[in-house]
């Protein structure tokens, strides 16, 4: 009987290589196996209702490409949901050369204003829902545009991110004159070393009509919310500063309210913090944070609307989900969108519907997420586990950055049919194989180097 002594090093070696391997190979292979074999499509749209939502709820997902080309596994859609989370429709972004889905808004006559991205350029058009037919589109020569809405019966307000020489902007582009009648220029109000790199400065994603003139701006890089004057060309309120992340860190769509007596809020999606919170002014120019919800179970949210009943529909871009949420944290509607959803409307309420402050509903405080009925994205679960594990280590920051990476990067990338662990495991897997291939080529270099010459020599001798 052959003893473990008596087996060679290298064998042993490879054993061991081969055999982790294969355990950090076989899950993933497994649920290959298994989505092969099985009608279940694991990522399709699906709900958890407690409480079934006031009417339809509009689901834009922004989806994936790769320089343009899309990906039929991860694709841009608008997807509308009924009260108890049946779908009702889908439109797909790949018939109407949307790369992109972003912001999509409900009109006064039951249509929706849709903004997307296409080869190049933003296009904006008015879809009617009944016949999935475009009332109109317009081709705007600006790139990967997030928000457009529209106002004053006739024109469209614009967010214009991503300008060469940073030259990012707000306009209004009126479509029966078919020119831009106002614009107005970050670079004219800001200095050049905030915000990010030359290419994507601001990232400005969102922009509202709050008032008569009044727009509230969101330059994500910027990592604060403003309210610009269209008559006077100032900044009349300002909520947080370029690398002030106690507040806000590059957040997605603010929503302005104001409490019964008088005084200014913002709901924000505080997006790379992972929570929701909202402010109060005080003064001039003192904020206060009323509300937070997360970060835990929060990932990457994107869009934070108040509804009338006091709730807040939540768009949790890297769970791959939206959901509704009371103020005290409790989930009672949910839905699974992949992938990469980016804004929720409830149709019948409008845009931004507006609903009670949280300080006049006497909720104000710091809450947890709770209540869910679906699994998550378990990608974001690999970050959780990184960031509780290394908490308090001298890798402490290394290891929060490759989590905010991962967590940001593994749901674009990875199969479908894939978990976040398993997707992990995978990649380990195959650096094992790669590494173990490497070590052999080296172990063998002299085998190898005499059949290449081996090789050679044939080639020279057929050739005379």
């Known amino acids: 009987m052959t003893s473990i002594r008596s087996i060679p090093r290298r064998w042993l070696v490879r054993g061991v290589v081969g055999l982790l391997a294969l355990a950090l190979?076989?899950?993933?292979?497994?649920?290959?196996?298994?989505?092969?074999?099985?009608?279940?499509?694991?990522?399709?749209?699906?709900?958890?209702?407690?409480?079934?939502?006031?009417?339809?709820?509009?689901i834009s997902i922004q989806g994936f490409h790769f320089q343009g080309m899309a990906n039929e596994n991860k694709p841009a859609r608008l997807v509308a949901v009924g009260p108890r989370g049946n779908v009702e429709w889908v439109h797909d972004g790949t018939g109407f050369d949307a790369t992109w889905f972003y912001d999509v808004d409900p009109l006064d006559d039951g249509n929706l204003l849709v903004t997307a991205t296409a080869q190049g350029e933003t296009l904006v058009y008015e879809l009617d829902p009944d016949t999935q037919e475009r009332v109109w589109t317009e081709r705007l020569d600006i790139h990967d545009t997030h928000d457009v809405d529209l106002i004053n019966g006739d024109q469209l307000l614009v967010a214009n991110m991503r300008e060469s020489g940073k030259e990012d902007r707000i306009f209004v582009y009126d479509r029966g004159e078919g020119e831009i009648v106002w614009e107005w220029y970050f670079d004219d109000h800001y200095p050049e070393d905030v915000g990010g790199p030359a290419n994507d400065w601001t990232h400005v994603n969102d922009i509202d009509k709050i008032g008569?003139?009044?727009?509230?701006?969101?330059?994500?890089?910027f990592d604060q919310v403003v309210v610009v004057n269209r008559s006077t060309n100032e900044i009349d309120m300002r909520l947080g500063e370029d690398g002030d992340h106690d507040t806000l860190y590059e957040q997605h769509n603010p929503t302005y309210l104001e409490s019964e007596d008088g005084t200014p809020t913002v709901l924000v999606a505080d997006s790379e913090n992972d929570r929701l919170v909202e402010y109060e002014r005080e003064g001039d120019e003192e904020w206060e944070r009323t509300w937070q919800v997360g970060t835990a179970g929060l990932s990457w949210p994107r869009d934070a609307d108040r509804l009338p009943n006091g709730n807040t529909m939540v768009v949790d871009t890297m769970n791959q989900r939206v959901f509704e949420t009371t103020p005290e944290g409790e989930i009672v509607w949910e839905f699974h969108a992949p992938w990469a959803p980016y804004d929720v409307e409830r149709v019948q309420l409008g845009d931004e519907p507006g609903g009670p402050t949280i300080a006049d509903m006497n909720a104000s405080g710091n809450y947890s997420l709770g209540g869910s009925g679906l699994s998550v994205s378990n990608s974001r679960g690999v970050s959780f586990w990184l960031e509780e594990t290394f908490a308090g280590t001298p890798v402490e920051s290394q290891a929060n950055e490759f989590a905010r990476t991962w967590a940001h990067v593994a749901p674009w990338i990875r199969p479908v049919w894939m978990t976040g662990w398993e997707f992990l495991a995978a990649i380990f897997g195959g650096v094992a194989l790669v590494a173990w291939g490497l070590g052999e080529a080296v172990y063998q270099r002299g085998r190898i180097r005499n059949r290449v010459s081996r090789v050679v020599r044939r080639v020279r001798n057929v050739g005379e």
């Open 212 to 221: 008569d003139g009044e727009y509230l701006v969101s330059p994500r890089n």
């Open 25 to 58: 190979l076989a899950p993933a292979a497994t649920s290959g196996v298994g989505y092969l074999t099985t009608t279940e499509d694991p990522t399709n749209l699906r709900a958890s209702v407690d409480e079934p939502a006031n009417g339809t709820t509009i």
